[in-house]
């Protein structure tokens, strides 16, 4: 995630690529859909992978003179039980009204697909440091299909099947700074801020990484990152922290 900062000793454009792993634990509170009760979710690492059917993490920057460019997608699929009860009436989907009492048990595929797009000026460059504003959108969709067993001490259980999505965008505002600490290691630091009520109520995230240029074109880096989200909205709650380390290996044009 090292990117092609300074001035006489680089080209007027840079373009690095950096597929990466991100080892985070989730901590937070979900409604899979409107009307369900909200579950609280606290997973380390290992156990996000014990549901994990698929996970992929890439960011992309860009410069052209002192106009910079700033992008990051993740998509993860994961599958998780829960079960919890008894519990006051309720509506689900496919069931209908569940009377006081029931215990439900229910499997949650979980799709998520988030990407951030941010632009933005060099505003203070040399050759050892650089420091960039930005500001663009993050861009969220969560999808369920949800699985769900109703059981109550005088009526049996009954089973139904549901599929919601829903997503939002948030209006972000951040920076980026870069610091070349030898010809081989840097450091880089990356944050923003937004939401402010337009899509979710409050997200932020930030991004520290050290940095080693192994050859001319490939570097790795290692370093932490988190993304935290307050959505809350018809129904539909998805307040989590998504945090933990990351290792990349990024390949600059």
């Known amino acids: 995630m090292r990117p092609a900062g ?15 792993i991100w080892a985070a634990g989730l901590e937070g509170n979900i409604s899979p859909f409107p009307r369900a009760p909200t579950i609280h ?3 380390s690492f290992s156990e996000v992978m014990d549901d994990l059917n698929f996970g992929g993490f890439i960011n992309i920057w860009g410069r052209y003179d002192r106009f910079v460019l700033s992008g990051d997608v993740m998509y993860v699929d994961t599958t998780d039980s829960h079960a919890t009860g008894p519990l006051p009436a309720l509506q689900i989907p496919g069931l209908g009204v569940v009377p006081p009492g ?4 229910a499997d949650v595929d979980t799709q998520q697909f988030m990407a951030t797009l941010q632009g933005g000026y060099r505003v203070f460059e040399t050759l050892e440091f650089t420091a960039d504003a930005l500001g663009g959108a993050r861009f969220w969709h969560i999808s369920n299909d949800v699985s769900v067993t109703a059981s ?9 099947s549901h599929e919601e999505s829903f997503g939002w965008v948030d209006p972000i505002v951040g920076a980026r700074v870069f610091l070349n600490l030898t010809d081989k290691f840097s450091v880089q630091a990356q944050g923003d801020i937004g939401g402010f009520g337009v899509g979710s109520d409050l997200t932020w995230s930030a991004l520290a990484t050290v940095n080693y ?14 993304v935290d989200v307050d959505y809350d909205d018809g129904g539909h709650v998805y307040d989590v922290q998504l945090s933990g380390p990351v290792l990349g290996l990024t390949y600059r044009f």
């Open 102 to 105: 029931a215990s439900v048990d």
């Open 213 to 226: 240029a192994f050859a001319d074109h490939f570097s790795v880096s290692a370093g932490y990152k988190v």
């Open 41 to 43: 979710v606290e997973k």
């Open 152 to 160: 109550h001490p005088l009526l049996g259980a009954r089973s139904a």
């Open 6 to 20: 300074g001035t006489a000793a680089y080209s007027d454009w840079a373009l690095q690529i950096t597929p990466y």
